[in-house]
C-alpha cells in the first residue's frame, strides 16, 4: 500500500506559532522584572524617604498635580513619573496620609479630599497609578458639579476590575473583585469618564483583561506590566499629554524627555513624539 506524504502545514501557521511564543517569551520576561523593578522602588522609598515639598512649584502658572499611588505604594512609589512632572513645571502634590493606601476607597478619598481643602487647590489634575485611578475617578464624581478637580490620568487602573482578585483572599483586595460593589458603583458613573486619560500598556500580568474605559480616552502603548511602566519614557509621555489635554495647558515641553532604564533614569537617549489617542492601536 502506498503512503501518502503529509500534507504540510501552511506557512501561515508556522508564523503565527512563532510569534505566539515569541509573544509569550516577552511576558514572561516582563512577569520577572516587573517585580523586581517594584522591589527596588518599594526599597528606595523606604531608604531614601523624600520629602514630597521638594516637588512644589506654587508659583507655577500650569495646574498643579495630584499623586495617587496604588494598592501597597506609599507616593514615592510614583518618584519617576512626580519627576517628570515636576521637571516639566507643574506643581506636584502627594497625600502622605495615605500611607501604603491600604484601607477602602472612600476612606482614602475622604484623606485626599482633606489635603485638598488643606492647601486651598482648585483645577487640580489627578495622576494615579492602579487603585488610585480608582479613587481618582471617585473624587471626580463627588465634584462633579465644581472645578475642584479637571480631571485624571490614571496608569493601569482596574476599572474592571481583576479576575486574579479571587486568588488572594485579602480583604484590601476584595474591591478589584470584577463584579465588586465598589467597582460598579463606580461605573454607574460614567459623565465623568469623558475627564479620564486611561493609560495601559499590552500585557499587565494584574489586569488581564486591560485598562480601557468606554468613554474615556484610551492610550494603549507597546509596554508590559504593572510597576515596569511608571518608569518608561513612553509613559511619561502620554502622562503629560494626558495633563496638558485636561489642564489646558500649553503641550510643548519645557525639556526633552530620555528613555529611562527600569528604575527609571534616564539613560540620554531622546524620545521624540506622543502617544497615540487610541484604545485600538499599540504605540511603540
Not at 521637571?87 to 502627594?94: L, M
Not at 496608569?155 to 482578585?165: C, H, Y
Not at 499629554?241 to 519645557?254: A, F, H, K, Y
Request: with cysteine; net charge positive.
Amino acid at each position: 500500500m502506498t503512503r501518502l506524504p503529509s500534507a504540510a502545514p501552511p506557512a501561515g501557521a508556522g508564523r503565527l506559532r512563532l510569534r505566539a511564543a515569541t509573544e509569550l517569551g516577552l511576558n514572561l520576561s516582563a512577569w520577572g522584572r516587573d517585580y523586581a523593578y517594584a522591589l527596588r522602588r518599594q526599597a528606595s522609598g523606604l531608604l531614601r524617604r523624600p520629602d514630597p515639598r521638594a516637588y512644589r512649584q506654587p508659583e507655577s502658572p500650569r495646574p498643579p498635580v495630584l499623586l495617587l499611588p496604588g494598592i501597597y505604594e506609599a507616593w514615592a512609589f510614583m518618584l519617576p513619573v512626580a519627576n517628570v512632572l515636576r521637571e516639566q513645571g507643574y506643581d506636584v502634590h502627594a497625600v502622605v496620609d495615605l500611607g501604603y493606601n491600604g484601607g477602602n476607597l472612600e476612606d482614602m478619598a475622604d484623606l485626599v479630599d482633606e489635603y485638598l481643602r488643606r492647601e486651598g487647590l482648585t483645577r487640580c489634575v489627578l495622576v494615579a497609578h492602579s487603585k488610585g485611578g480608582l479613587i481618582g475617578k471617585l473624587l471626580l464624581t463627588r465634584h462633579a458639579q465644581s472645578d475642584l478637580l479637571l480631571g485624571l490620568v490614571t496608569m493601569n487602573t482596574p476599572f474592571e476590575g481583576s479576575p486574579l482578585a479571587r486568588a488572594l483572599p485579602l480583604p484590601a483586595l476584595r474591591l478589584f473583585l470584577p463584579r465588586s460593589p465598589e467597582l460598579a458603583e463606580l461605573d454607574a458613573h460614567r459623565e465623568v469618564d469623558q475627564r479620564i486619560v486611561s493609560i495601559y500598556g499590552r500585557f499587565d500580568p494584574h489586569i488581564p483583561g486591560g485598562s480601557q474605559l468606554p468613554g474615556a480616552r484610551n492610550v494603549q502603548l507597546g509596554t508590559r506590566g504593572h510597576f515596569l511602566p511608571l518608569g518608561d519614557a513612553r509613559v511619561h509621555q502620554a502622562v503629560l499629554d494626558g495633563v496638558q489635554q485636561l489642564g489646558g495647558c500649553d503641550s510643548r515641553l519645557t525639556s526633552p524627555l530620555a528613555h529611562p532604564c527600569e528604575d527609571g533614569m534616564p539613560s540620554g537617549h531622546h524620545l521624540g513624539g506622543s502617544a497615540e489617542a487610541s484604545s485600538s492601536r499599540i504605540c511603540r
